[in-house]
């Protein structure tokens, strides 16, 4: 037998294990397994939709109607000594920073499949362009778990810092070479009506597969937890002479993001150690995120190793740049316990409200786009007026 059956036969042998385990576990806690799934419709309903579905149309609007062009021209003499890729690839790295998971990655991946980027540089741009938001780092993480604006600050600029340096690193990934070019100013670009048809459907479809993950991982959590996995796991770290608190919250790091960053609220480590765990988990993003990303990638040929390895390196990064800023600054309270009652207060916001301010905030961003686009187009004319 060969090593490559073998480890497929133990892969195999594995998936099935946890299906049962699964399955036993939805037949034995019923009620609350509805309930976890529960959680995680709310929480899609009333704050993922909202505040994605308006960044998913900016984003497929940017690339359709030619602005990732115009905005293009005007990176270039950024992306490509810093990156190596082309001016073309700033809306992915913009609505990375601002728009949060898994935002980045779908502009990406628009951009690739609008041939406005290379393979070689879509999977470098996957690497560090897919990132969490500033309202769930300052809101959620600073406010809500540490109560302080200061780490909220300190969390988000080295979670920037860190998903540029993983940048540089892989600015050299798939060997060297000519970066795509944005298209010319008098390019052909889809009319506005066909294109933002478009956005809104495959936006919607795209909200659709996230918010599937979501209620998944939500109940899986649940019964990872039920099951007392996390005890074992933390009488494992207590053996090994770690704090046992870590313990679930290191499990639900890894695979959710939001239950990660909520279950620092009851650890009782050290300031520092808090806040890196907390940079750890925002560069990750947790198995969740990944797999939306990964369910974006299926149709693209694109590889999912390199996306992986940014994101593990983010965490890593992120995490040590954070518990050395950690060191210069004072918080009065080290660990809140604001965190579930803020999310209570996010799930029990209206549907209109929510995507009210979302709206509001993309349409500010649109217009941004817009004027910026405006303005790249003019200097483009201008360059290439006196060239010739």
Known sequence: MSLQTARRKAFDLLTILGLAGVTVGLILLPSQMVEAAKGGVELCFNVLIP???PFFVLSSLTVELGLADSLGRLMSPLMEPLFNVGGGCAPALILGFIGGYPV???????LYQSKKCSKREAERMLAFCNNSGPAFIFGVVGAGIFSSSAVGLV??????????LVGLIFRGHGGRGGVTRPARADAPRTP??????KAVSSSFQSCLGICGFVIFFSVLLKLLFLS???DALGAL???LGLDESWASAILSGLL????????????TGSLTASIAMAAFMLGWAGLSVHCQ????LAETGLSAKTYILGKLLHGLLSAGLAGIAASFISVDTPVGEFLALQLNDLAGLDFVSSLRGSAVLSAGLLASFLVVSRVAVNLSGKTGGKKE
């Open 192 to 197: 506005f009506p066909a294109a933002f048809v």
């Open 228 to 230: 007392g996995l996390s």
């Open 155 to 164: 969390l988000y600029l080295t979670h920037l810092l860190a998903s540029v």
């Open 237 to 239: 770290f207590g053996l």
């Open 256 to 267: 959710e993001l939001t239950g990660g960053v909520w279950s620092l609220r009851g650890a």
């Open 51 to 53: 505040s994605l579905f």
């Open 104 to 110: 980045g990655a779908k502009t990406v991946i628009n």
């Open 293 to 296: 990303v990964l369910s974006f």
